[in-house]
């Protein structure tokens, strides 16, 4: 019974910031690499960053680089996001995951990985 799950969205101001926060439930999922993507109406779902098992290695999009930030807690079993200088194009249902043993296993073999109810971030102009 693994789940993981995700607060701390909302409604914010352009500008504004948010942290999101996804915690492991019913398992450990500490040996995974973990990350957060997202889906905008209309659109696909994209990739936004991701970090390694032991936090020693992250990775972001373009978009959100120098603005976002992905790190973990392990004995907390968490990974969190924290969004700043939000844009209302960040607007999305963020999704959090974790599987395989590196980011880019996680970003590849998204349908092995588990992944979170999801949590809607609405940033206004």
């Known amino acids: 019974q693994v789940q993981l799950v995700e607060s701390g969205g909302g409604l914010v101001q352009a500008g504004g910031s948010l942290r999101l926060s996804c915690a492991a439930s019913?398992?450990?999922?500490?040996?995974?690499?973990k990350g957060w993507f997202r889906q905008a109406p209309g659109k696909e779902r994209e990739f936004v960053a991701t970090?390694?098992?032991?936090?020693?290695?992250?990775y972001y999009a373009d978009s959100v680089k120098g603005r976002f930030t992905i790190s973990r807690d392990n004995v907390r079993d968490t990974v969190y996001l924290q969004m700043n200088s939000l844009k209302p194009e960040d607007t999305a249902v963020y999704y959090c995951?974790?599987?395989?043993?590196?980011?880019?296993?996680?970003?590849?073999?998204?349908?092995?990985?588990?992944w979170g109810q999801g949590t809607q971030v609405t940033v206004s102009s």
């Open positions: 970090i390694s098992p032991a936090g020693s290695s992250t």
């Open positions: 019913g398992r450990t999922l500490r040996q995974y690499a």
């Open positions: 995951a974790a599987g395989g043993l590196s980011g880019a296993d996680l970003r590849r073999a998204t349908d092995r990985n588990y």
